[in-house]
């Protein structure tokens, strides 16, 4: 007949603060990795289909129409 006795302590904010960093910074990470994903040029070109532009070659600056000069 033996009853086990357990009981639950409040932490104090020494103790939470690992846990908080951790969870914080596991957070960042996953942020961070989200957003870089989100950003990188896709490896597949998209269909004619979609709103994004599939290009072989970089884009050309624009051409300037210049007008003769008066002599």
């Given at each position: 007949?033996?009853?086990?006795?357990?009981?639950?302590?409040?932490?104090?904010l020494?103790?939470?603060?690992?846990?908080?960093?951790?969870?914080?910074?596991?957070?960042?990470?996953?942020?961070?990795?989200?957003?870089?994903?989100?950003?990188?040029?896709?490896?597949?070109?998209?269909?004619?289909?979609?709103?994004?532009?599939a290009?072989?070659?970089?884009?050309?600056?624009?051409?300037?129409?210049?007008?003769?000069?008066?002599?």
């Amino acid at each position: 007949m033996t009853a086990e006795y357990n009981y639950r302590r409040e932490l104090g904010l020494a103790e939470l603060l690992p846990a908080i960093a951790v969870g914080l910074g596991a957070g960042l990470v996953g942020f961070y990795l989200a957003r870089v994903m989100a950003e990188k040029t896709p490896l597949v070109p998209r269909s004619n289909g979609t709103k994004g532009i599939a290009r072989s070659e970089p884009p050309q600056p624009p051409r300037l129409a210049r007008k003769p000069a008066a002599r």
